[in-house]
């Protein structure tokens, strides 16, 4: 709790905004292309990550309430609940150190994934009657027949796309982290002063720090 | 009103001073510009003069910066919010987005000072006139240019009425029609409100035509101070990388004059 | 599937209601969608209450549109569903080992009809409510003014973002790049699309803060609004016999469940 009001300066206030913006920009986006994930949530984790647990669950609980405000997904509040946890995980996990390497940062967007679809089945369930209106109930019914019931049959649709989704999701968070100057990162004040620094752990240097930063990002993206 | 003495600061991890042993005193109803190359320490300056620093970037600070000889750092920014007023370089980032017509952006920061609604539409009315954006006040604020959008910022600041209203490179974004909306917004409230005016910009032939005192920066210091005249055309703006004026420039090919013009009046009088 | 509002302008009496006036009847209908016990019910609610406002606000075509294509996706998943797997005597007709019951259609049918009468109510509130005018009544009531900016900016601020999204994805495929080829592909192409962007916006996030400062977002001053949402004592009574209602038709379901 000591860090509530931390965690809601103006400063991210304002990234909590945006954040919520890159959901819904990429989100839609994303459905255009036609991609088999939503990516809805980078803006979720990316402020979860640089300002801690609070901010990154009032920005997926918002998410979502802004989903249904614009009509654009009017069923989406009953998911902010789930939304706000991925924040807060997100924000967990970067305290931690777990995006200071890609490894741990995939690992982290398969977990987060795996619980958001224990998580999102009972909503799936018991609120929308087993299914959530889109092509994935094609997947429920294929688990249903296989002989699931309905509950497992929605977890097993969501272990299907959650844990890819957020895989995908913390890659693209980790990657953008390493990109983002180091002093952007200590100004919201919840990565560990190492994470996204480049692998080799070049020293940092007072003077000319930023292209230093600048230069090392670049190589990380290009070697990965 | 605003002093600087020996003023220095450090952005937060750096070891290079942005600012460094500023002394400045700035009197009520001046209109003062701010001269130097990129990198020289003119954001700074701006953010010390409006309190953002210290009080939005923490870091380290040595010397004075005091506010009608109040120390800026005792003063909040809740409270300095209506006394000095920050236009920034990008519009887009200046409108709070959480109103959906202009005359309700410019509204956003009144309710913040929790004035009345009858004065709130008043103070309105006057700044969009200062600004010469009556037409647009319907409009949503993201659905006019870059130009309008920077008068819709200023129009904002403006009607809270601050004593001093600080802007930097308020049109380093805007395209030359948008540039002189803005100047022309400028130069109408200079000529029309007794308020005191700081302007940051590279486009030096508005800026000496406004201003009654000019300062310039190089690496964090302060390297001239005078009238625009004296500023502006000497040599030292070459060295600090921030040139000329068109009509010095032209002056100084065409004439042996020590005496080079900075403005199109000086410069037609004496071509004469 | 741009700009952030289904908000229709219209000169009614339903859009005249406070907001929180039409937020007790989302609520009503959300209970409502919980606690009715049949799809006869359910449908009669639609009938008898969501249609009528949508006529008097003028907006029965758009509503009746976005229902349809809400709904319409869940009738499909839920008949299929519900009709095979969840059991009953009344065979209609049969998929291989599989049977399509009497009993399991009119079981998804009722779902599909009890997310009709809440996607409705939810619906027609933000087609006949400014959110603008949602978040104040919201933000009168008690809801954090700081939240509420964080709201109302978004809704703003994406629709631009896409716009500058759009514009890279055009240059992309004019410049000949495929976005139609495989997933990983896809995947890998929509980071250098996106990425800058995204930096772009969160490297603004101080300018755009200090610009909120600069307008005394941060004052300790009691916020005022520009605006006044009209209100009147018969909306109080009615805004509580609704909540009343849902509470009532809540309990009762509770009440009958236990039994």
């Known amino acids: 709790m000591m860090n509530l009001r931390k965690e809601f300066t103006t400063l991210s206030i304002t990234l909590m905004a945006i954040g919520i913006g890159i959901n819904l920009a990429v989100g839609t986006i994303v459905l255009r292309l036609g991609l088999p994930l939503y990516l809805d949530s980078i803006g979720t984790v990316l402020v979860g990550a640089l300002v801690g647990p609070w901010a990154g669950a009032a920005t997926g609980f918002l998410s979502n309430l802004v989903w249904t405000l614009t009509g654009l997904f009017p069923q989406a509040f009953a998911w902010a609940g789930v939304a706000a946890i991925i924040g807060a995980l997100a924000g967990v996990f970067a305290r931690s150190g777990w995006f200071n390497t890609v490894g741990k940062a995939a690992l982290a967007g398969i977990i987060t994934g795996?619980?958001?679809?224990?998580?999102?089945?009972?909503?799936?369930?018991?609120?929308?009657?087993?299914?959530?209106g889109a092509g994935t109930d094609a997947l429920v019914a294929a688990f249903r027949a296989a002989g699931l019931d309905a509950l497992l049959s929605n977890v097993a649709q969501g272990t299907f796309s959650d844990p890819l989704d957020k895989l995908v999701t913390f890659l693209i968070v980790w990657s953008l982290l390493l990109a983002l100057p180091a002093r952007e990162k200590a100004r919201f004040g919840n990565l560990p002063v190492a994470a996204g620094r480049p692998l080799q752990g070049k020293t940092r240097r007072p003077a000319g720090k930023k292209t230093a930063a600048k230069k090392a990002a670049k190589k990380s993206t290009r070697r990965r | 009103m605003i002093e600087l003495k020996k003023f220095s600061y450090w952005y937060p991890g750096t070891e290079e001073p942005a600012l460094q042993r500023i002394s400045l005193d700035i009197s009520e109803g001046e209109f003062v510009g701010i001269v130097g190359a990129n990198g020289a320490g003119k954001s700074t300056l701006c953010y010390a003069l409006s309190g953002f620093v210290p009080h939005f970037y923490?870091?380290?600070?040595?010397?004075?910066?005091?506010?009608?000889?109040?120390?800026?750092?005792?003063?909040?920014?809740?409270?300095?919010?209506?006394?000095?007023?920050?236009?920034?370089?990008?519009?887009?980032?200046?409108?709070?987005?959480?109103?959906?017509?202009?005359?309700?952006?410019?509204?956003?920061?009144?309710?913040?000072?929790?004035?009345?609604?009858?004065?709130?539409?008043?103070?309105?009315?006057e700044a969009l006139d200062l600004v010469n954006i009556q037409d647009l006040a319907d409009r949503s604020p993201f659905s006019v240019s870059g130009g309008q959008q920077q008068r819709i910022a200023i129009a904002s600041?403006?009607?809270?009425?601050?004593?001093?209203?600080?802007?930097?490179?308020?049109?380093?974004?805007?395209?030359?029609?948008?540039?002189?909306?803005?100047?022309?917004?400028?130069?109408?409230?200079?000529?029309?409100?007794?308020?005191?005016?700081?302007?940051?910009?590279?486009?030096?032939?508005?800026?000496?035509?406004?201003?009654?005192?000019?300062?310039?920066?190089?690496?964090?210091?302060?390297?001239?101070?005078?009238?625009?005249?004296?500023?502006?055309?000497?040599?030292?703006?070459?060295?600090?990388?921030?040139?000329?004026?068109?009509?010095?420039?032209?002056?100084?090919?065409l004439l042996r004059t020590k005496k080079l013009p900075v403005t199109l009046e000086q410069a037609k009088k004496a071509l004469k | 599937?741009?700009?952030?509002?289904?908000?229709?302008?219209?000169?009614?009496?339903?859009?005249?209601?406070?907001?929180?006036?039409?937020?007790?009847?989302?609520?009503?209908?959300?209970?409502?969608?919980?606690?009715?016990?049949?799809?006869?019910?359910?449908?009669?609610?639609?009938?008898?209450?969501?249609?009528?406002?949508?006529?008097?606000?003028?907006l029965t075509a758009a509503f009746l549109k976005s229902c349809l294509l809400v709904v319409g996706p869940f009738v499909i998943s839920l008949t299929i569903i519900q009709g095979f797997f969840s059991g009953g005597e009344t065979v209609l007709f049969r998929l291989g080992r599989f049977a399509f019951t009497q009993e399991?259609?009119?079981?998804?049918?009722?779902?599909?009809?009890?997310?009709?009468?809440?996607?409705?109510?939810?619906?027609?509130?933000?087609?006949?409510?400014?959110?603008a005018q949602l978040m104040q009544a919201l933000t009168e009531r008690g809801f954090p003014p700081r939240l509420a900016y964080v709201v109302l900016t978004a809704i703003q601020i994406f629709p631009s973002f896409q716009d500058r999204a759009q514009v890279i994805i055009d240059a992309q495929q004019a410049r000949g790049l495929e976005l139609q080829s495989g997933l990983l592909s896809r995947v890998r192409l929509l980071l250098p699309m996106v990425g800058p962007l995204i930096l772009g916006s969160v490297m603004d996030v101080s300018e755009r803060a200090m610009a909120l400062e600069a307008r005394a977002f941060s004052s300790p001053a009691p916020k005022t609004s520009l605006h006044s949402l009209a209100d009147s004592p018969s909306q109080r009574i009615l805004r509580w016999l609704l909540v009343l209602a849902a509470a009532a038709l809540l309990a009762w379901r509770l009440w009958s469940a236990l039994q």
Not at chain 2, 161 to 190: H, M, N
Not at chain 2, 224 to 250: D, F, K
Not at chain 3, 26 to 35: E, I, K, P, R, V
Not at chain 3, 104 to 131: E, N
Request: proline residues 4%; charged residues 15%; hydrophobic residues 45%.
């Open chain 3, 104 to 131: 399991g259609l009119l079981a998804g049918l009722t779902f599909a009809a009890r997310l009709l009468v809440a996607l409705g109510g939810t619906l027609l509130l933000m087609q006949s409510t400014p959110q």
């Open chain 3, 1 to 58: 599937m741009r700009g952030g509002s289904i908000y229709i302008e219209r000169t009614s009496g339903l859009h005249r209601l406070h907001p929180l006036t039409k937020v007790a009847l989302t609520a009503l209908c959300f209970a409502s969608a919980a606690a009715l016990p049949s799809l006869a019910w359910l449908l009669a609610l639609f009938v008898g209450l969501l249609l009528p406002l949508a006529i008097w606000g003028r």
């Open chain 2, 157 to 253: 600041i403006l009607a809270m009425q601050p004593r001093v209203l600080v802007l930097d490179e308020p049109t380093s974004q805007l395209d030359p029609d948008g540039t002189r909306d803005v100047f022309t917004a400028l130069s109408k409230l200079v000529s029309t409100r007794k308020i005191t005016v700081i302007l940051a910009e590279h486009k030096l032939e508005w800026l000496a035509t406004f201003c009654d005192r000019v300062i310039a920066l190089g690496g964090g210091k302060l390297r001239a101070e005078g009238t625009p005249q004296e500023v502006l055309s000497s040599e030292q703006m070459l060295r600090l990388g921030i040139g000329r004026t068109q009509y010095s420039e032209a002056a100084a090919r």
């Open chain 2, 58 to 125: 923490n870091g380290e600070s040595e010397g004075q910066l005091t506010f009608n000889g109040q120390d800026m750092a005792a003063l909040d920014l809740g409270q300095l919010a209506g006394q000095v007023g920050l236009v920034f370089q990008n519009p887009f980032n200046q409108i709070s987005g959480a109103r959906f017509t202009v005359r309700e952006e410019i509204a956003f920061g009144l309710e913040n000072l929790g004035l009345p609604r009858s004065e709130m539409h008043a103070r309105i009315d």
């Open chain 1, 114 to 132: 795996i619980l958001s679809a224990v998580l999102s089945a009972p909503i799936a369930t018991y609120v929308f009657g087993g299914v959530v």
